[in-house]
């Protein structure tokens, strides 16, 4: 059976229903791609239930250039 659930996706807020369980799944339904390193709470492998509210904060892309080469990475680091 559906449930509501609240989804905060660096800020933008989502409001919506889902028989799912597991916040990676309901991610993963509602086509949420994540980066490793985008932080998310309750955690991907939490159980919920109705009413829960999962937030998304959101990694930088950041390109680092060195001797020539550049490299691009994620990082939910506010300095560098």
Known sequence: RAHPITIIDNGITYE?????????????????????????????????????????VRSQAIHIAKDGAVTNVHTNASTV
């Open 16 to 56: 919506t229903y889902t028989a799912f369980h597991v916040v990676k799944d309901v991610l993963t339904q509602l086509r949420f791609e994540l980066f490793d390193e985008d932080l998310v709470t309750p955690s991907v492998d939490a159980v919920i239930d109705a009413h829960t509210k999962i937030i998304i």
